[in-house]
């Protein structure tokens, strides 16, 4: 028999002992990156949005956020377990119905009597008391769906026409989907991670150029027809020129980084929450970290950003099987990619996109399926793990016999 258990993972090699089976296990360092950030996301949500909660005639409770916030955490974390403890193989298998359910989810949110509209976005379901943001989801399920399909046309995918092309139309397809919604933001974190994912395996660099002049065509007559996107461009190239209109956002998020200096003014005496800077528990939240906790603060953030990057791409390239390896390396570029464009939106490198930093920022769609993601991640360590457990075995098994 080819596959037997190592704990909860069924592997495609013969099993260790039931000692050697006990020591397999995960990787920490991820975690405790995973949770630290988290953990730090539940402090800044509740300094940006304690005062706003508690004066607000919705909600006339500073802890409001901060409980949501939590409740999601603790059902992301749980799941993140779950995840981990299931063979990751499974999640090939389940490629094609996951596709199948996020589509009708973001056709469902299109329906005015079905999805919930807010500023001008259709982008929510409710669901009894909560509500879930499909477009999530979307990230997370093209990143199994990709490595799926590359695990299996991983022979084929330099091939222009029949290798890569129908990847991109699948991809393309689902981007249609978020853009009706409109969420344009999420369209560029899903091209960024389905290109990269692609050169890693193995795409013809010309063939992926050739995509370029079409993604950027449209992504100009996207602005061209849409007054908001072109008045963000435009405030993007001047903040200035409207700076109690459509830059104040992007200009008080600087202001906030100003006012921050090297170490801070402080946890929770930050002035830029105060009603001055609009989603500062969402969007902005790491506008709000370089005000009270200054650039070593901040930078500590993104060192935990890129310590988590680089573990998560140790973890796919050492992964047993190709499916892990693309699945490992997509849910990392998804985690790193996003975490950079939020960056660079908070210090006006780049027009305002409506993303969150994983981990850190309030939504309790994104934690959630950012701490699946990392559950997957963790399983795919596993693999790893027990994959040298059992060539140790193997080595000893081999110099007993030679004995």
């Not at 849910?331 to 027009?351: D, E, F, K, W, Y």
Request: with cysteine; hydrophobic share 50%; glycine share 10%.
């Amino acid at each position: 028999m080819s596959q037997r258990s190592a704990g909860t993972l069924t592997l495609p090699w013969s099993t260790p002992s039931p000692k050697a089976t006990k020591q397999v296990t995960f990787d920490h360092l991820l975690l405790i990156v995973t949770v630290t950030l988290a953990l730090v996301g539940l402090v800044m949500v509740f300094s940006a949005s304690a005062v706003v909660a508690g004066e607000n005639k919705r909600f006339h409770d500073s802890w409001y956020f901060l409980k949501r916030q939590l409740a999601w955490l603790a059902f992301g974390l749980a799941l993140l377990h779950v995840a981990s403890r299931i063979n990751y193989v499974w999640w090939k298998r389940l490629a094609l119905p996951l596709l199948g359910l996020i589509t009708v989810l973001l056709v469902l949110v299109l329906i005015p009597s079905v999805g919930v509209a807010v500023k001008g976005a259709r982008r929510w379901l409710h669901l009894g008391p909560i509500s879930i943001q499909p477009v999530e989801m979307v990230k997370l399920i093209t990143v199994i769906y990709l490595a799926a399909y590359l695990a299996k046309k991983e022979d084929r995918i330099q091939n222009f026409r029949d290798g890569l092309m129908p990847a991109v139309a699948v991809v393309g397809l689902l981007s249609c989907l978020v853009l009706l919604e409109p969420d344009l933001g999420t369209i560029v974190v899903i091209g960024l991670v389905t290109a990269g994912m692609l050169f890693l395996g193995g795409a013809r660099v010309s063939h992926l150029f050739r995509l370029v002049p079409v993604a950027l065509v449209g992504m100009a007559v996207l602005i061209w027809l849409s007054p908001y996107r072109w008045k963000r461009l435009l405030t993007f190239l001047n903040p200035e020129q409207d700076p109690t209109g459509s830059g104040f956002q992007v200009n008080q998020s600087l202001l906030a980084f100003g006012s921050g200096g090297l170490f801070g003014v402080g946890l929770g005496e930050g002035k830029q929450k105060l009603f001055f800077l609009p989603e500062a528990h969402t969007d902005f939240v790491l506008a709000l970290m370089g005000e009270e906790l200054g650039l070593v603060g901040t930078g500590i953030i993104i060192l935990f950003f890129a310590v988590f990057a680089i573990r998560g791409f140790q973890i796919a390239a050492r992964a047993q099987m190709p499916f892990g390896r693309y699945l490992g390396m997509g849910i990392t570029l998804l985690i790193a990619v996003q975490a950079l464009i939020n960056a660079s939106v908070v210090t006006g490198l780049l027009p305002t996109k409506g993303l969150t930093l994983p981990f850190v920022s309030y939504g309790g769609s994104s934690l959630v399926m950012s701490l699946v993601g990392v559950g997957i991640l963790l399983n795919i360590s596993r693999d790893r793990q027990a994959g040298q457990e059992e060539m140790r075995q193997r080595s000893g098994r081999d110099g007993v016999r030679q004995q």
